[in-house]
């Protein structure tokens, strides 16, 4: 059994129940694999490979479009905590920036607003939604954003105010790269 943080996300190896040579691969409190097979050293070497490619590329929002992790990594799980941004669709993102894999890109670039500064470290919604929130499979207190994330979503408002019709496309995805 292997408890440790590597670049700020916590990780667990443990041993899977029954099964001796196989392991649950747990990160940000998230399982990521039931049986994987082999020994808590190589799975931690594993998690480490993993972080360092997510990093390498980008990192939230931008690892999607990667043509060595495409796709895999928008899980907010395989992220620092309170150094990213969760949007709509659960994506995780950079602070204020956008997610760019095809469910959360469209033309139509009203489709998800910046968030608010002070909204959850967790999700997209402010401290008042968090009173009607009926989702019993994903159920969290409001909690305080990070100052990385208040700056972030500061700086995307910002951006989003001086929106003009003809530099549309650079204003809005210039944080995203």
């Known amino acids: 059994m292997i408890r440790t943080t590597y670049k700020g996300r916590p990780i667990k190896v443990l041993a899977a129940r029954g099964k001796p040579h196989q392991r649950r691969l747990i990160i940000n409190d998230w399982a990521v694999h039931h049986g994987w097979e082999g020994t808590d050293e190589q799975a931690l070497d594993w998690f480490k490979q993993i972080i360092d490619l997510i990093d390498s590329q980008g990192g939230a929002g931008v690892v999607v479009t990667s043509s060595k992790a495409y796709g895999q990594y928008t899980?907010?799980?395989?992220?620092?905590?309170?150094?990213?941004?969760?949007?709509?669709?659960?994506?995780?993102?950079?602070?204020?920036?956008?997610?760019?894999?095809?469910?959360?890109?469209?033309?139509d670039k009203s489709w998800f607003g910046p968030l608010a500064?002070?909204?959850?470290?967790?999700?997209?919604?402010?401290?008042?939604?968090?009173?009607?929130?009926?989702?019993?499979?994903?159920?969290h207190h409001y909690k305080e954003p990070t100052e990385q994330q208040r700056i972030g979503r500061q700086a995307a408002i910002d951006r989003y105010h001086a929106y003009d019709d003809e530099d549309d496309s650079e204003i809005l995805y210039q944080s995203a790269s």
Do not use: V
């Not at 941004?85 to 469209?106: E, F, K, M, V």
């Not at 500064?117 to 159920?139: E, I």
């Open 117 to 139: 500064p002070d909204a959850c470290q967790n999700c997209h919604q402010l401290p008042n939604s968090h009173k009607n929130d009926f989702d019993l499979m994903n159920t």
């Open 75 to 107: 899980s907010p799980s395989w992220y620092e905590p309170g150094a990213i941004d969760i949007n709509p669709r659960g994506h995780a993102t950079q602070p204020g920036s956008i997610c760019l894999c095809n469910q959360c890109c469209t033309t």
